[in-house]
Nanobody, 126 residues
C-alpha cells in the first residue's frame, strides 16, 4: 500500500517561492508515474506537473517556466519548486502516484492515479 504525505505549503506574496515535498511510503515499483495537482475552491482538480520514472516531465501551460517537478529516489520524495508565484496559483496542492508507465501527457490526467496525498495549502497574496 502506498501512502503519500505532502508538506511545504504556506502563505506568500506574489513573486515569492515555495517548495512542496511529497514523501512516498510503501512504493517499490521501478516504473511509475507521479504528479502534482491543485484544486481551488469551486474548481476542478487540475494537473500541474507530472514526472515518469524515466525522468520525463510535463507541465500545464500556466506554470511552465515557473514550476519545476523533481524527485529524489534516495529519499522517496517528490518535489515541486514554485517560483514567481501568482495569486491564481492559490489552491490546495496534492501529489499523486501510480505504478504504471505513463506518457508525458498522461502524467497530468487525474483518472490514471489511484494514490493521493492529503494535500497542502498554498496561498498567494497580491
Amino acid at each position: 500500500q502506498v501512502r503519500l504525505v505532502e508538506s511545504g505549503g504556506g502563505s506568500v506574496q506574489a513573486g515569492g517561492s515555495l517548495r512542496l515535498s511529497c514523501v512516498a511510503f510503501g512504493y517499490r515499483h521501478s516504473r511509475y508515474c507521479m504528479g502534482w495537482f491543485r484544486q481551488a475552491p469551486g474548481k476542478e482538480r487540475e494537473g500541474v506537473a507530472g514526472i515518469h520514472s524515466d525522468g520525463t516531465t510535463n507541465y500545464v501551460d500556466s506554470v511552465k517556466g515557473r514550476f519545476t517537478i523533481s524527485r529524489d529516489n534516495a529519499k522517496d520524495t517528490l518535489y515541486l519548486q514554485m517560483n514567481s508565484l501568482k495569486p491564481e496559483d492559490t489552491a490546495m496542492y496534492f501529489c499523486a502516484y501510480q505504478p504504471i508507465y505513463c506518457s508525458s501527457g498522461d502524467s497530468l490526467r487525474r483518472p490514471i492515479y489511484n494514490y493521493w496525498g492529503q494535500g497542502t495549502q498554498v496561498t498567494v497574496s497580491s
